[in-house]
């Protein structure tokens, strides 16, 4: 066969919102690109970007480019072009079909989170009967906007003479209304995930139309599957029959209940639209680009307004916006065309699956016999058993008219009745109950099992052909942990299982890294029957006795490289020994990107390195209650690509783990200015296993989840790494949220890592030098606190006694060993400066011996920091005994640190952190006080009274000096008088608050000067003596 049949396979029609799309970046080796982005994990899209609202052109050109002729419009359109004149060649056909009324039964399938009916996803039965009139009325011209049809379209507005009813009986004849509910496996679903909402809930689609109505990821609001024709030599598959069907967001379907106002159910239109055969009106291109229906006029593309009177022209003619195959808005659609009509009426005379839709016996309410009990499904024995002893059981449905209340049925083995039994109860019409029989002991030799039943109500059972269930029981043998598969040798305790006898797991020899390696695979590359599932089923295990046991096996594969086409691997787990296996609910489930251990390809794959093979772990913990089960790694072909396993073992305990480690958030700093571009992480791997892939996810200050897949090189176990991202962050403080899961897209539970970080981005600038004692007010600023851990509480200002003004420090209590508390300064500018200082005094008691006082410093407003002072554990503490006083100033000690390797010309944006870590929540409390940063480097500098001047040395030799000491920055001017009175010097300097100024001896006579000192609080004359 060739590769062009993948175009039935996967012919979907995608129907979407707005789409998001952005990019990051691993550090080196690896990527990290948008989750939605691919297939087999958490939300999923098709992969590229696109702004549609419906993905059917998308599809189209994907299959022109990579499937050749039967790619193209053309294969479906000159079929159907054929049809079109056949049937007009033939008026008794076309008058037939013009008269009579088809109807579809439907079967609406809601899959919901698990809440009550009519309340969320659960939507209630009146959105459900609003969603099938609205349809009807589409469908038959009689919905109640016909008069808003254009005069110009009027000719052509056409009653298809198609109707949907709510299906009246199920497969079995048996009375229905047509509605499932079913709570799914996820919390919502993409058009990826088709198949899996076929398993989940399914009817013959060969009898009904299916309609799904699920949680859809944004940006997609339905999809539907799309027929293809019945020409001679077609001999592939049509789209997968479990995905057959039309999906629609619970949110757009019908109206009213959980249906978002603005829905008037034609999501659903639209889509069975396509579901019977239609195209978007406008071709999906510009005037040159054909619907392929004759009565609707090109456009050039969608529309997407409705508004009073709204029209549209291009290519020459008024636009048919208000076809329901456009993108116009619920509101302004009304109509399908008589051209449109008849492409419905070829595909449902033609098209396979759909060709048997039309007024079939589920259209009709069911004629029951009267007296009519169905052995409906047979629970125990299976083909396969545990124990040798057997608890039968099976389940009978009612399906007669009248009330039945008592039944006798036979059970038999080989034939001879083991047990004939009466049994009492009362079911209505549809109504079943499941009836138990006396346990019996299989045979070493043949056991074939059989239900009859003999009678109800005491009378013949009018219905025969519902009347038995049969089954071959096997005892299957138990084995002890652990058990493994030597090469590809499979023992007799395994079970290959191919249910539908084409390609299933087979043993194959390969040369792999210069070896020749005894390995498993399946050959999907060459498999057609999509959705098909082939079982590796291993013996009897009993969890009671290895509770912990752990499910190892390394595989290998590489997707088939074209959307549609992911092929998926399961590993279930069966309590009724291996007879049935629950897909949906499966621990492991994989496709796509989560399956592919390599790149994908369009080529055939067959691994040749052992780096191709990746380790997967089924931990089986979480089943030890279950007792005695069977595991089987099952995969569901998608014509994709051939799968390898090989080194298949259950093992005793769990000895291998994945495992990440989310370090720390390394940038941004916990205080900067919020230049830094990107976000970086540290992690490590704390498993056993190498990792070369991960999903990340990221919440920033409560905002929605962004989700983030990363490949690229091996990481070794204990080896770390960065990752990082694009910056998400804004002004003032920040609260960031980042989780790892899924290592090597492992789904056990315990891998995840979780990390908060608050961080705060601040611009405000100080001038030099500065002076900070926190007296002013109540207040930190400009000066910023954080606990980047918790956001608890860290650094605060506290009022001190015994002074009449405002004295105020900072205080620090509470400590926690793993978080920290960050007190930044404002940024400051050191580039004029040639050195620099800071003071600060601190008083302690008694904090534990890891306790660590750094102080950083920044020379780019804090997006990196490098320590330069350090007091640990005893050396932070002021006092011998006890806590500290903050009220005595005996308590505090004064500390000195030179900041003079932070001047110079690339010092413009300097940054300064106080930090306390790995405290301890005995710790006595911490206090700073006075911060006062110095245009000098003296570790003792001279300093005058407050608010005072002071001249030294006096008398001088070579140059003396003039300290400050302001309560605020205050312009000085300074005169030097001479002892005749004239001025010999006189200088303004501005912003003056610590300063100390230097004047050379070199420029004046030695003798006895005048100093005067003027500013805005200070006028002092002061003498100094030059010799």
Request: glycine share 6%.
């Amino acid at each position: 066969m060739t590769r062009f049949s993948r175009f039935s396979q996967k012919a979907i029609l995608l129907l979407f919102g707005a789409f998001f799309a952005s990019t990051l970046s691993f550090s080196q080796t690896f990527e990290l690109k948008p989750l939605e982005d691919y297939s087999g994990i958490g939300g999923k899209q098709l992969g590229h970007d696109h702004d549609e609202k419906c993905g059917h052109g998308i599809i189209e050109k994907m299959m022109e480019k990579d499937l050749g002729y039967f790619g193209t419009r053309d294969f479906l359109e000159n079929w159907m072009e054929a049809e079109i004149e056949k049937r007009r060649s033939q008026p008794q056909i076309l008058s037939r079909t013009q008269n009579e009324v088809r109807k579809i039964p439907v079967v609406v399938h809601v899959i919901h989170r698990g809440e009550e009916i009519g309340q969320g996803t659960n939507i209630p039965l009146s959105q459900i009967e609003a969603q099938i009139r609205i349809l009807n009325e589409d469908f038959r011209r009689q919905n109640s906007d016909t008069l808003l049809t254009p005069e110009m379209f009027q000719p052509v507005a056409a009653d298809s003479h198609i109707e949907f009813v709510l299906a009246k009986r199920d497969a079995n004849g048996i009375p229905t209304n047509g509605i499932v509910r079913t709570q799914g496996p996820k919390n919502s679903y993409s058009p990826d995930d088709a198949i899996l909402i076929g398993q989940t809930s399914q009817w013959d689609p060969e009898i009904y139309m299916n309609v799904w109505v699920v949680p859809l990821d944004q940006p997609f609001i339905g999809y539907a599957s799309f027929p293809i024709s019945d020409l001679p030599g077609l001999n592939f598959s049509p789209t997968s029959a479990t995905a057959d069907g039309v999906t629609i967001d619970y949110r757009f379907f019908g109206s009213g209940g959980s249906a978002i106002s603005a829905s008037r159910g034609r999501t659903a239109t639209h889509e069975v639209g396509h579901f019977l055969g239609l195209r978007h009106i406008w071709g999906d291109g510009g005037c040159d680009v054909d619907d392929f229906v004759e009565d609707t006029p090109r456009q050039d593309n969608s529309n997407n307004s409705c508004t009073e009177g709204v029209s549209r022209f291009s290519c020459g003619s008024d636009d048919m916006i208000q076809n329901y195959m456009d993108y116009t808005p619920d509101a302004c659609m009304n109509l399908f065309t008589l051209g449109q009509v008849e492409r419905f009426n070829v595909i449902l005379e033609n098209s396979p699956r759909r060709v048997n839709l039309v007024n079939n016996f589920a259209t009709e309410e069911p004629d029951l016999a009267d007296f009519d009990l169905s052995l409906t499904r047979l629970i125990s024995p299976g083909d396969f058993a545990c124990n040798a002893t057997v608890m039968p059981a099976i389940e009978v449905t009612n399906a007669g008219n009248e009330t039945l209340t008592s039944a006798e049925i036979e059970l038999r083995r080989n034939n001879a009745v083991l047990e004939s039994k009466s049994f009492s109860f009362e079911l209505e019409t549809g109504q079943s109950q499941i009836l138990e029989f006396q346990n019996f002991e299989l045979l070493e030799s043949q056991n074939e099992v059989e239900f009859r039943l003999i009678s109800i109500n005491n009378r013949e059972d009018q219905n025969p052909d519902n009347n038995r269930l049969n089954s071959n029981p096997q005892l299957q043998e138990e084995v002890n942990l652990p058990v493994s598969i030597t090469g590809n040798d499979l023992p007799d305790s395994w079970i290959n299982e191919n249910p539908d006898g084409g390609f299933g797991w087979e043993p194959i020899t390969q040369t792999v890294s210069g070896e020749s390696q005894d390995l498993f695979y399946i050959r999907h590359f060459e498999y057609e029957a999509q959705g098909e599932l082939d079982f590796l089923i291993s013996p009897v295990i009993d969890l009671t006795k290895y509770p912990n046991a752990q499910l190892v096996f390394e595989m290998a594969h590489s997707t088939y490289d074209q959307a549609g086409f992911q092929d998926a691997l399961f590993v279930s787990i069966s309590d009724d020994c291996g007879n049935t296996f629950d897909l949906p609910t499966a621990r492991y489930q994989k496709s796509g990107q989560s399956l592919s251990t390599v790149s994908p390809s369009l080529e055939e794959f067959f691994p040749t390195n052992n780096s191709q093979f990746r380790t997967e772990l089924v931990n089986l913990s979480d089943f030890a209650s279950l007792g005695k089960v069977r595991i089987s790694i099952i995969t569901q072909n998608s014509y994709g690509n051939n799968i390898f396993l090989k080194n298949i073992r259950i093992l005793d305990r769990e000895e291998f783990n994945y495992e990440l480690t989310l370090d720390e958030l390394i940038v941004p700093s916990p205080i900067s200015d919020g230049r830094y571009t990107s976000e970086s992480l540290r992690v490590t791997n704390t498993g056993n296993l190498p990792i070369t892939s991960l999903v990340l996810s990221k919440i920033t200050n409560n905002g929605s989840e962004a989700s983030f897949l990363a490949t690229g090189g091996s990481v070794n176990p204990g080896e770390t790494f960065t990752l990082n991202g694009t910056n998400t962050t804004r002004e003032g403080k920040n609260r960031i949220d980042y989780r790892i899961i899924l290592p090597n897209f492992d789904q056990n539970p315990g891998s995840e890592s979780s990390l908060t970080r608050y961080i705060i981005e601040n611009e405000e600038e100080v001038a030099v030098p500065w002076r900070q004692n926190f007296n002013p007010s109540a207040s930190l600023g400009p000066w910023t606190s954080l606990n980047p851990e918790s956001d608890s509480r860290a650094w605060e200002v506290i009022s001190l006694s015994g002074s009449s003004s405002p004295n105020n420090a900072l205080e620090l209590r509470q400590m926690e060993s793993d978080e920290s508390y960050w007190l930044g300064s404002p940024i400051f500018d050191l580039s004029n400066e040639i050195q620099a200082s800071l003071f600060f005094d601190i008083a302690a008691g008694q904090v534990s011996p890891e306790t660590r006082l750094r102080l950083l410093a920044s020379q780019d407003a804090g997006d990196n920091y490098e320590e330069i002072y350090r007091l640990n554990g005893a050396k932070i503490s002021t006092v011998n005994a006890g806590a500290a006083n903050p009220n005595n100033p005996e308590d505090f000690n004064r500390n000195y640190i030179n900041l003079t390797d932070f001047t110079g010309d690339q010092f413009s944006e300097v940054r300064v952190a106080f930090v306390i870590d790995q405290g301890d929540v005995d710790n006595d409390p911490i206090y700073v006080d006075n911060l006062e940063l110095f245009l000098s480097a003296d570790p003792d500098p001279v300093i005058p009274g407050d608010g005072m001047a002071l001249i030294y040395p006096n008398p001088a030799t070579d140059y003396f000096n003039v300290a400050f000491n302001l309560p605020s920055y205050q312009e000085v001017n300074i005169q030097i008088i001479s002892s005749t009175g004239a001025i010999v010097h006189e200088v303004n300097y501005p912003a003056t608050l610590n300063q100390t100024y230097t004047f050379s001896r070199d420029i004046f006579k030695p003798g006895l000067y005048i100093v005067k000192i003027t500013s805005l609080t200070l006028t002092e004359t002061q003498r100094v003596i030059l010799r």
